[in-house]
């Protein structure tokens, strides 16, 4: 008889290889109430704080794009703004406290859109970050993200002045009919215009987002939107599959949507390996003649990342925490006001995250790592687990039968088929009982 790892594998081959983005493991989704309280001081005391991660979350947007499920509000009222800030204000302040001796090894100013905000606002949050905890961005490898009706001269330059030194930018697309069927109101003169407003701010790192699979989308528009995009010969590039998901403006459609995406990945793929870019993971893509620069290795999901915001996740070695996850615009509003009611008092404890067991913890190291085209260095594993990743998880070698995974030169990498694949090969690998809680704890 097969075994259900054996028939997953099997389905997986066979079916489609866009499953689910693994951007998170836990994804939020399988995070519940805790127990109890958990106060952050001794948590975080045990954790090593040498370059810890900040990572400060902005819920806001211009407007809520049709495929989009991330936590924010499109348009919120002036007062919920005002009443945000402050509390993220208190948020940060008491961070500050616990982690008053810590390290910064990086910064991001994520959402959302943060240039939502307007400049004296960015100036704002970006001063309390400095003010309370110590993070001045032009000493550490920095990053905030921005959008085409956002990335304005005003607000590029607070945060160029601040010394944030990528500056990422969704794009989508170039083409306006494709991307008002993705739910997206885009002029491609807007996108011209921001795209030249972030150049002439001089940003070292541009990263842009396209996205494919949208509906009539051809292999020939795809191709012309990653070649305008090369006419600003951006640092980086990441390349997303289209994904409908429940609650989003799309998934309310109830429309199939596919598939020709793995054909358009592979087209966009060779495209940019024949036009100076290397491939990071299935996703990212960054230019060959950049040298080795602080943001080279820029990943946001390592242990010992510090979120402030309502919709910010942290990370710790055995305990990732946040406040609740909703998609839907009016469950995420509900969580934005309880948030900014919040005292100061309040943001010292966690209440709602999922506890890592050894097994969590190995696999979240094995995802993070093989879904990137370096893969899983062998030893690497072992020194922080005390054996090699194979003996943990025979998944390993049941990829490499497939034609999925290779083990070379004491790396276990994704071939790629596999890295292509990436989609199925993360969900799949996901252990049982963080299954069945996103199974079981779709948000609103």
Not at 57 to 66: K, L, S, V
Not at 298 to 321: E, F, W
């Amino acid at each position: 008889m097969n075994s259900p790892c054996t028939k997953t594998m099997a389905r997986m081959l066979g079916e489609s290889p866009y499953q689910g983005y693994v951007y998170g493991y836990p994804h939020k989704s399988a995070y519940r109430s805790l127990p109890g309280p958990v106060p952050l001081a001794p948590l975080w005391q045990a954790q090593d704080r040498s370059a810890l991660f900040y990572y400060v979350h902005i819920p806001f947007c211009e407007m809520r794009c049709g495929f989009c499920n991330l936590f924010t509000r499109a348009n919120p009222r002036e007062a919920m703004v005002a009443d945000y800030l402050a509390a993220l204000g208190r948020h940060m302040e008491t961070m500050g406290e616990i982690l008053s001796d810590s390290g910064c090894g990086g910064f991001a100013l994520g959402g959302g859109t943060p240039t939502y905000l307007a400049p004296d606002e960015l100036a704002r949050v970006l001063d309390d970050a400095r003010r309370f905890l110590g993070v001045t961005p032009a000493s550490v490898p920095s990053s905030a993200e921005s959008s085409p009706a956002t990335a304005t001269p005003e607000r590029l330059a607070v945060l160029r002045d601040a010394g944030v030194e990528r500056l990422s930018i969704g794009i989508q697309s170039f083409h306006e009919h494709e991307t008002a069927r993705s739910g997206r109101r885009q002029a491609e003169t807007e996108v011209h215009a921001a795209l030249s407003a972030i150049r002439d701010a001089g940003f070292p790192v541009l990263n842009t987002d396209l996205i494919y699979g949208i509906e009539g989308q051809t292999v020939a528009s795809w191709l012309s939107s990653i070649a305008k995009l090369l006419e600003y010969r951006p640092e980086e590039s990441y390349l997303y599959p289209l994904y409908v998901r429940p609650l989003t403006g799309l998934g309310r459609q109830a429309r199939a949507w596919d598939d020709q995406r793995l054909e358009l990945y592979r087209a966009g793929r060779d495209f940019l390996l024949a036009n100076g870019y290397r491939q990071v993971s299935m996703r990212m893509f960054r230019r060959t003649d950049l040298p080795a620069g602080r943001t080279a290795g820029y990943r946001c999901q390592q242990d010992g990342m510090v979120g402030v915001g309502c919709g910010a996740r942290s990370y710790t070695r055995h305990l990732h925490y946040s406040h609740e996850y909703a998609v839907s615009g009016k469950a995420v509003q509900a969580i934005i006001t309880a948030y900014s009611r919040l005292e100061r008092g309040e943001f010292a404890v966690a209440r709602h995250g999922m506890l890592l067991d050894d097994n969590e913890r190995r696999r979240r190291y094995l995802l993070q790592s093989l879904l990137q085209a370096e893969g899983v260095r062998r030893e690497d594993y072992r020194a922080q687990f005390g054996d090699f990743p194979e003996n943990h998880f025979g998944e390993l070698n049941m990829l490499a039968d497939g034609g999925l995974a290779v083990l070379i030169d004491g790396n276990w990498r994704l071939t790629p088929a596999g890295l292509e694949r990436s989609d199925a090969v993360g969900p799949w690998l996901y252990s049982e009982p963080v299954r069945r809680l996103m199974g079981a704890g779709e948000a609103g």
